[in-house]
C-alpha cells in the first residue's frame, strides 16, 4: 500500500449523552451536526458526502435504516450520504468510510455523523429484547450482551489471576473520570464496595461494571490535510485507522481454538493502524486512550490486546493506577462507556471527539497534559469486530 | 411372538415428597416430577436415546397426557431420533392402558411377520389440579421397549385384550364423572380382570411374577386366588411410592422392573376400563440395569414453592422481564437438523480441527475440505456465566461453553438447576448434554440441547 493522504479532523460536535427524553432522534442529529459545522466554520452546503452511524434503528424508533435519516433533519439534500452499520465499532466505520471518499477524491468535505435512539424504550425492550426473542432460536440463546463478555472474565480470572476487584476497578476509574465530563450519563462516582455489590448481570459482572443503553449523537467533519485553513481551523490529525472483523456472531462460542483471552479483531486492527502511524512501542508513544468499556472487562483486555502491557498484566496497570488521570497512560478519561453511556452508533465518533478535544488542549478539568498522539478502540458484536484511530495535534 | 430386545428408562431428576405437597402427607413417599424444560417429548427422548435404532421399522407413542393435537408424537419423536423416513409411526393416547396398548399391537405386528423391529415408547407427565395433589395419583416418566423378531433379553409368549364398556372415574368433554363405585368396580374391574384371566391366561402356577397395574390393584388378591394364584406369586408394586404412578408408563416399568429383579416368567396385567394381558419368559438378565440406577439417583425438591415453579404456575419471569416467544422457523430447524439435532459436525481435513457450525473454510488453517463427524454428548466445560436478566423459571440461567469428548465446541444452557449450592457450575466440570425445551411457556415446540451436570 503506497503513502495515504493525510486527512484532517476540522469539526467536532457531541451532545449530551443520557436519557434525552426531550429529544429526538432528528434533534440528536441537528445538535450534534450543527457543532460540527459550526466548529469547523462551514456551511451545511459545504459538504460533499456524509455517513451515517446507527447500530440499531429496530430496537430504538426505526431512524437510521437508511442515509436519509441524516440528510432530513438537517435539510442536507442532493449528495451521496450512506448508512453504515457494523455493530459497536458503526460509528469508527463511517469516519473510515468518510476518510476513503476524501482520499478517492469523492469530496472535499466529509462528514461522519453517529446517532442512536434507545431510551424512548424501556431498557429491557431494547437490547436484552433482541437477545431473548430476534435471533437464531438455539444458537447463544440464554446470553444477554454481558454474558458474552463475562465468559472472558471468568477464563482471565481462572488463567491470569486476575481479581473481581481489578474488574470492577475499571469501573470506579471510569465513573471518577466521568465525573469529571459534562456530557457523561452518569456522573457519579462510586466506590469499589458499591459495584461489586450492585445487582448481579452475569457472573462476574454487575450493573456497575455494564454500561447503560443510552442516547446521543456525535459528529466529525473532515478534509484532506491540504486543504485545512490554518487561519481558520483548529485541525487534529487521523494517523492511523484499522478496522478488523475476525470472527463471527456465534463462531466465538463453537470454535474450539477460541481461547476467550483475547479478541484477534482488537490485535489486528491495532496492527494495521499502528503500522500507518508508525507507532512500535504504544505505551510509550501514546498519551491517552479511548478503549471500548462496554463491561469492565474488555477495558483489561483491551490493555493487552493493545499491547499497552504484555499478556497477563493488565491487572497491574489498573492495580499501579497508570491508567488513571494523571497515570502513565490515561484511559477513558472521557468516563467511558461505563460512566458516558453507550449510543451505539456514537460512541465511536464521540472517543474521537474525545481525543480531539485532549489534542487541542480544550478538555478542561479532565485533560490530560500536552497531551499529542492519541488512540480510540471499538469492539462490536461478540469481540468480533474492532476498529483502531490513532490521532496527532 | 416378540422378543424384548433392548429398553431405556427416563425418570426427572427430581422428586417431591408428599409431605411436601401437604402438611399431613408422608415423609419418604414420593413422586417424580419433571423440570421446567422437560415433557413427555424431552422423557421419550432420554429413554430412546441410547437403544440401537438399526433397522427399526416402527416405532409407537403411549401418553395420557398429549403434547400435539393433529401432529403424531411417534413421528415427532421419530425424526428426533433420525429414525428412517416414513417407518410406520402411531400414537396411542387417552389412556393410562396406551403403553401396554402399544406393546400389544407391536407384539402382534411382528407375530405377524410384517415389522421386524418396533420401537414402543411411553412417557407421561401429568400434573394434578394445584391443591389436589395429595388425592390425585401422578409422577412423571418416560419407557422405551424395542421389540424385535430376533432372540432378545425375553420373550412375549401369548398376550391378549380384553374390553369393557364400564369405566370407574373418566372424563367427557373435559368434565371429570364418577360412576357409583361400587357398581362400577364390581361390574366393571372384578368381572373385566376375572373374565379376562380365564380367557387368556394358560396355566396360573407357571409365572413366579404377577404384575397387576389398575387403581385397584389391592381388591384384585380374592379374584386371583379364585383363579388358582398363590400371594407369593404377586410382585408388589414398589415403584408407586417412589415415583408416583407413572400412568401409560407404569406398566412397562413395572415389567422392567422386574426383569431387573431377574424374574423368569412373569404375568403382565394392565387394567384401566378393560384389561391388556401379556406372558413374558426371560432368557438374559439386563446386564446394564437403567431402571434401578435411576431410582436411586435424584435430588428433593425443598418446598412447594418450587414445586409450582417447576410446573410453571408461579410467576416464571426474571426480574421483570416475563418470558415470550421467540423468533423460530420450521424451515430453519428442518434445514439445520443435522447440525441441530444430530449433532453432526465438520471436521478438517488438514489440521483435524472440529467445528460444530458449518464454514467454508478452517478458520485455523484455511483448508477448504471438511468431513462429516459425529459429536459426542459429553464434555468438559472450558468458561462459563450465570445470566441474571434472561428469562427463565430459576434464574440465573447458566451458559456453559463445551468442550465435547472427542472435539469440537458447543455453548448451551445449564439444565435441572434447582440446587446451584449443590452442582456448583465451574470451569473443568464434566456435562453431558440432553435435549430440552429452549424457551418454558409451551407455546411452541423448541427442543434443544442442554448440559446437565453428572450429579
Known amino acids: 500500500m503506497g503513502k495515504q493522504t493525510d486527512i484532517a479532523i476540522i469539526g467536532i460536535g457531541v451532545t449530551k449523552f443520557g436519557e434525552l427524553f426531550h429529544q429526538s432522534y432528528d434533534d440528536l442529529v441537528r445538535d450534534a451536526a450543527l457543532q460540527a459545522v459550526a466548529d469547523a466554520k462551514i456551511s451545511l452546503d459545504d459538504i460533499g458526502a456524509a455517513w451515517l452511524s446507527t447500530a440499531f434503528p429496530e430496537i430504538g424508533v426505526f431512524k437510521g435504516r437508511s442515509g436519509m435519516d441524516l440528510s432530513e433533519p438537517l435539510s442536507l439534500y442532493n449528495i451521496p450520504v450512506t448508512r453504515v452499520s457494523n455493530f459497536c465499532a458503526s460509528g469508527a466505520d463511517a469516519i473510515r468510510n468518510a476518510i476513503n471518499a476524501l482520499r478517492a477524491g469523492e469530496c472535499d468535505v466529509a462528514m461522519a455523523l453517529g446517532v442512536e435512539k434507545l431510551r424512548d424504550r424501556q431498557p429491557q425492550d431494547s437490547i436484552v429484547k433482541m437477545m431473548v426473542e430476534y435471533g437464531h432460536p438455539f444458537l447463544q440463546k440464554g446470553f444477554t450482551a454481558a454474558g458474552t463478555f463475562a465468559v472472558y472474565a471468568n477464563r482471565m480470572m481462572k488463567e491470569f489471576g486476575l481479581t473481581r476487584e481489578d474488574i470492577s476497578n475499571v469501573s470506579v476509574k471510569n465513573h471518577f473520570h466521568g465525573s469529571l465530563n459534562d456530557k457523561a450519563f452518569y456522573r457519579k462516582p462510586c466506590t469499589l464496595e458499591e459495584v461489586m455489590r450492585s445487582q448481579m448481570v452475569a457472573d462476574p459482572l454487575t450493573v456497575l461494571d455494564s454500561c447503560p443503553t443510552t442516547d446521543g449523537a456525535a459528529c466529525v467533519i473532515m478534509v484532506r490535510a491540504e486543504d485545512v485553513d490554518k487561519k481558520k481551523h483548529n485541525p487534529v490529525f487521523v494517523k492511523g485507522l484499522g478496522l478488523s472483523v475476525s470472527t463471527g456472531w456465534d463462531l466465538p462460542f463453537f470454535d474450539p481454538n477460541h481461547d476467550f483471552l483475547s479478541f484477534e479483531a482488537t490485535r489486528n486492527a491495532a496492527r494495521i493502524a499502528y503500522k500507518q502511524a508508525g507507532i512500535t512501542d504504544p505505551i510509550e508513544e501514546l498519551d491517552l486512550v479511548e478503549v471500548h468499556d462496554c463491561f469492565s472487562i474488555v477495558e483489561l483486555l483491551t490493555y493487552e490486546d493493545l499491547g499497552l502491557c504484555k499478556q497477563g498484566e493488565s491487572k497491574d496497570l489498573i492495580r499501579g493506577k497508570e491508567t488513571q488521570l494523571g497515570g502513565k497512560i490515561p484511559v477513558n478519561v472521557s468516563g467511558g462507556l461505563l460512566s458516558c453511556g453507550h449510543p451505539v452508533g456514537a460512541t465511536g465518533i464521540r472517543m474521537v471527539v474525545e481525543v480531539s478535544n485532549h489534542l487541542r488542549g480544550n478538555a478542561g478539568e479532565r485533560q490530560v497534559k500536552n497531551a499529542k498522539r492519541g488512540l480510540t478502540h471499538n469492539i462490536g458484536g461478540p469481540g468480533a469486530i474492532a476498529s483502531v484511530i490513532i490521532l496527532e495535534n | ?455
Not at chain 2, 416378540?2 to 431405556?8: A, F, L, M, P, T
Not at chain 2, 415389567?255 to 431387573?260: A, C, R, V
Request: with cysteine; charged share 20%.
Open chain 2, 1 to 455: 411372538m416378540s422378543y424384548i430386545k433392548s429398553y431405556g428408562i427416563a425418570l426427572p431428576h427430581f422428586r417431591v415428597e408428599d409431605s411436601t405437597l401437604h402438611p399431613s402427607g408422608k415423609k419418604g413417599v414420593m413422586k417424580a416430577v419433571c423440570f421446567a424444560d422437560e415433557d413427555i417429548i424431552t422423557l421419550a427422548f432420554e429413554a430412546s436415546c441410547n437403544i440401537n435404532k438399526e433397522g427399526v421399522d416402527g416405532i409407537f407413542f403411549a401418553t395420557s397426557s398429549s403434547v400435539f393435537n393433529n401432529r403424531y408424537h411417534a413421528s415427532f419423536l421419530a425424526d428426533l431420533l433420525n429414525l428412517s423416513q416414513g417407518i410406520l409411526a402411531l400414537d396411542f393416547t387417552n389412556s393410562a392402558r396406551s403403553g401396554t396398548d402399544a406393546l400389544l399391537l407391536a407384539n402382534d405386528l411382528i407375530g405377524s411377520g410384517k415389522y421386524k423391529n418396533i420401537l414402543v415408547v411411553s412417557a407421561d407427565v401429568n400434573f394434578p389440579e394445584i391443591g389436589k395433589e395429595r388425592s390425585t395419583p401422578f409422577g412423571h416418566a418416560a419407557c422405551a421397549i424395542l421389540l424385535c423378531k430376533e432372540k432378545g433379553i425375553a420373550e412375549i409368549t401369548s398376550s391378549g385384550s380384553y374390553s369393557s364398556s364400564l369405566a370407574e372415574e373418566f372424563s367427557y368433554k373435559s368434565n371429570t364423572i364418577q360412576n357409583d363405585p361400587r357398581y362400577s368396580r364390581d361390574a366393571g374391574f372384578k368381572n373385566n380382570i376375572t373374565t379376562s384371566i380365564k380367557r387368556i391366561v394358560s396355566k396360573p402356577d407357571s409365572f413366579d411374577a404377577i404384575i397387576l397395574n389398575s387403581l385397584y390393584a389391592r381388591m384384585a388378591g380374592g379374584i386371583f386366588a379364585k383363579a388358582g394364584y398363590t400371594e407369593t406369586q404377586f410382585a408388589k408394586d414398589s415403584l408407586t411410592s417412589k415415583i408416583g404412578n407413572t400412568g401409560s408408563t407404569h406398566a412397562l416399568l413395572l415389567l422392567i422392573h422386574e426383569l431387573e429383579n431377574g424374574k423368569k416368567s412373569i404375568l403382565l396385567a394392565d387394567y384401566t376400563n378393560g384389561t391388556n394381558l401379556f406372558e413374558i419368559k426371560t432368557f438374559t438378565f439386563p446386564e446394564n440395569k437403567c431402571l434401578q440406577e435411576q431410582l436411586s439417583k435424584y435430588d428433593l425438591i425443598n418446598c412447594y414453592q418450587d414445586y409450582l415453579l417447576l410446573r410453571k404456575a408461579g410467576n416464571f419471569g426474571s426480574f421483570t422481564y416475563t418470558t415470550k416467544e421467540m423468533f423460530s422457523s420450521e424451515m430453519m430447524q428442518e434445514r439445520e437438523k443435522d447440525t441441530l439435532q444430530y449433532l453432526k459436525g465438520l471436521k478438517c481435513d488438514m489440521c483435524g480441527t472440529i467445528y460444530y457450525l458449518k464454514a467454508a473454510r478452517c478458520k485455523k488453517c484455511k483448508c477448504e475440505t471438511f468431513s462429516t463427524v459425529q459429536l459426542s454428548k459429553t464434555g468438559s466445560v472450558y468458561a462459563f456465566t450465570a445470566e441474571h436478566y434472561f428469562p427463565s423459571s430459576f434464574p440465573p440461567i447458566t451458559m456453559v461453553i463445551v468442550d465435547l469428548d472427542g472435539g469440537g465446541r458447543m455453548t448451551v444452557q445449564q439444565t435441572d438447576t434447582l440446587l446451584p449450592e449443590k452442582y456448583k457450575m465451574e470451569i473443568g466440570v464434566n456435562v453431558k448434554l440432553v435435549l430440552r425445551k429452549m424457551i418454558e411457556n409451551d407455546a411452541k415446540p423448541n427442543y434443544f440441547w442442554k448440559a446437565k451436570q453428572n450429579g
